[in-house]
């Protein structure tokens, strides 16, 4: 069974872009997170979708945000980029979401300049 | 902000010797994962152990749970220079407290970096 895909793997963008990246969970699973992973704050939840709604959401501003489509599939858009975006950003997806076996793509390196 | 706290920081050890990584964490858990990552990559799933599991093994892996102290260890035996990696613990809140906001979110440490000399 093919694991989590994640798209594009290194992107780099300039202050205020905006950038989307995409995730591929694996067949059957329904659930997707998506973390940040930074060296100052470590690895933080920024949301989690099942269903195509969302279902919780972690402690960023509203610049970050995301969806999931009907074949499970989500993105996560970042508008008006910050320096401090800069990161590895991560996607997880689950069977169902309830008891949080999650497993991770290889992340997206975003570098904002 | 980081519910777990790994023990030690950063571990150096010889081929063939054990690594031993502890974890501790503040709430209550529904259950805790270690995961592994090597250089910033993705992170691998290693073992995932429920709150009412006291012990689980898989291949060279073992860990331990001990919720009344809030921790976990985990042991990599006859350890081998490509077990060298940052290992991360994470916990998923008990969903009851508080009601639901638990949905796909895992608390993780700050991690352990190993380095398995060969």
């Known amino acids: 069974k093919a694991g989590v895909t994640q798209t594009p793997r290194y992107l780099i963008k300039t202050r205020g872009q905006q950038v989307t990246l995409s995730c591929s969970p694996i067949?059957?699973?329904?659930?997707v997170s998506w973390y940040q992973q930074t060296p100052g704050q470590g690895l933080q939840f920024l949301f989690e979708y099942f269903s195509e709604t969302q279902r919780n959401k972690g402690n960023f501003p509203g610049r970050f945000s995301g969806r999931q489509f009907s074949n499970s599939r989500s993105e996560m858009n970042v508008s008006t980029l910050e320096l401090g975006d800069s990161a590895l950003y991560l996607c997880?997806?689950?069977?169902?979401?309830?008891?949080?076996?999650?497993?991770f793509g290889p992340g997206t390196r975003l570098t904002v300049l | 902000s980081q519910q777990g706290e790994e023990d030690p920081q950063a571990l150096s050890i010889q081929e063939g010797e054990n690594a031993t990584m502890n974890c501790s964490y503040k709430?209550?858990?529904?259950?805790l994962q270690w995961y592994r990552q090597n250089s910033g990559r993705g992170l691998v799933h290693l073992i995932l152990i429920r709150s009412n599991e006291r012990e689980k093994h898989s291949g060279r892996l073992r860990v331990t749970l001990d919720t009344s102290k809030k921790s976990s260890s985990l042991l990599i035996t006859a350890s081998r220079a490509a077990d060298t990696a940052s290992y991360f613990c994470?916990?998923?809140?008990?969903?009851?407290?508080?009601?639901?906001?638990?949905?796909?979110?895992?608390?993780f440490g700050q991690g352990t970096i190993l380095t398995v000399h060969p």
């Open positions: 067949s059957g699973h329904r659930s």
């Open positions: 997880a997806s689950s069977l169902l979401g309830d008891d949080n076996e999650q497993f």
């Open positions: 709430t209550s858990i529904n259950n």
């Open positions: 994470a916990t998923d809140a008990n969903a009851q407290f508080p009601s639901g906001t638990s949905y796909g979110k895992l608390t």
